[in-house]
């Protein structure tokens, strides 16, 4: 999973920056809101929750007004094309077929482009809410205490609620209706039919399918509305809550590269490897080697030892990062392989042990 910090920062729209929520600023303070708290007495801790979640209040509304903001430019673009679609049928621009039939693409191209930019927007406004989620998690983890029901409680029941911007998404709905509504309009037959009179009817009646720019558009609202959903959940306060993986799996945003399913294959792959293949031929192959018969309980005896022992490290270090430990065991695999597949051209009874200790 790539920490929350490195994903703003390689997620970010070009020219945005200083709009997203300042998560790396808003953790090192809550290193600092630790020690202090550690220090201090039961006021000082309050005054520290007073704060914090000031600093909090500053965060959410520089988000929000940039939000309202970027949705206003949006609007008022919308309304420029709608404008510019009712010039182009009505019946003083009929007769310029040509140039109805141009300003039609013009018009797609101009509506697709506002949908890109609602689906930076979209992915901004979700971004940030998950954000906010994670510190306020984060907070309580830090310090012991509950901030984050009392926070979103608060600040969501609130009759002039910033919150509430995030999780209703009014004027959103209303411009992701326009635009898919528009393109589709543009693409119907009543378009088609306006410039088939000078054309000889030579366009084909087709089945406009709904456009790529509005299925990702209403992925992404789903998405967040995962994500305000999980937010409202919290500000109701309940004491049985699930965990947080439970309950925002599908909201959670997480990073994967290819790579990590190629290596989580390869290493199944290898692990497979010894308990079909070479676990059941240990005994031969050790005998082909020359060596006793009890060498063979040892080399098989050697992999589940070294597998008790790199469990505890394993597990240790997994808590930390998934990326390095999966490395290095598919790494340990395959030179075990490879030294217990040695091990017989060579004549080395050490490779074999030394094969065996490395696949555990």
């Known amino acids: 999973m790539v920490h929350f910090g490195r994903y703003i920062k390689a997620h970010h729209v070009p020219g945005w920056e200083t709009y997203y929520i300042g998560y790396k600023q808003l953790k090192r303070r809550i290193n600092e809101c630790s020690k202090h708290a550690a220090e201090g007495s039961e006021e000082e801790r309050q005054e520290i929750l007073r704060r914090f979640s000031t600093l909090l209040d500053s965060q959410v509304e520089k988000i929000v007004l940039f ?82 029901e009392h926070y979103l409680h608060t600040r969501i029941n609130h009759p002039y609620s910033q919150l509430q911007q995030v999780l209703r998404q009014v004027g959103i709905g209303a411009i992701i209706v326009t635009i ?33 720019i509005v299925k990702a558009i209403e992925n992404e609202y789903q998405k967040l509305t995962k994500e305000a959903s999980v937010l409202s959940f919290m500000a109701s306060g309940f ?62 005896g050697s992999m589940p030892l070294a597998a008790t022992i790199s469990a505890i490290i394993f597990t240790l270090w997994s808590n930390k990062s998934y990326k390095a430990p999966l490395i290095v065991s598919t790494l340990l695999l395959i030179l075990g392989n490879l030294s217990y597949a040695l091990a017989l051209p060579l004549n080395s009874v050490w490779l074999l042990l030394l094969g065996r200790a490395l696949e555990g």
């Not at 406004?125 to 901030?147: C, E, S, T, W």
């Not at 009543?190 to 709904?210: A, C, D, M």
Request: zero cysteines; hydrophobic letters at 35%.
């Open 239 to 300: 004491l049985l809550q699930p965990s947080d993986e439970e309950l925002l799996e599908t909201a959670e945003e997480i990073e994967y590269h290819p790579w990590s399913a190629y290596l989580n294959q390869l290493n199944t792959f290898l692990y497979m490897v010894n308990y079909y293949v070479i676990v059941p031929t240990s005994d031969e192959y050790a005998q082909l080697l020359n060596t006793p018969a009890t060498v063979s309980g040892v080399v098989i």
């Open 67 to 148: 939000f309202l903001e970027r949705q206003g430019i949006l609007a008022g673009r919308l309304q420029e094309l709608r404008e510019r679609t009712e010039y182009d049928l009505s019946d003083e621009n009929m007769g310029t077929t040509i140039s109805l039939v141009s300003e039609r693409g013009s018009l797609i191209e101009a509506y697709r482009q506002i949908g890109k930019d609602l689906l930076d927007l979209l992915q901004y406004v979700k971004m940030n809410a998950m954000g906010l989620r994670k510190i306020l998690k984060k907070f309580d983890k830090r310090l012991g205490v509950r901030l984050r």
């Open 180 to 212: 898919s509504r528009n393109l589709a309009e543009l693409q119907s037959e009543r378009w088609n039919s306006y410039s088939s009179f000078t054309l000889g009817n030579q366009i084909p009646k087709v089945i406009v399918p709904k456009e790529p």
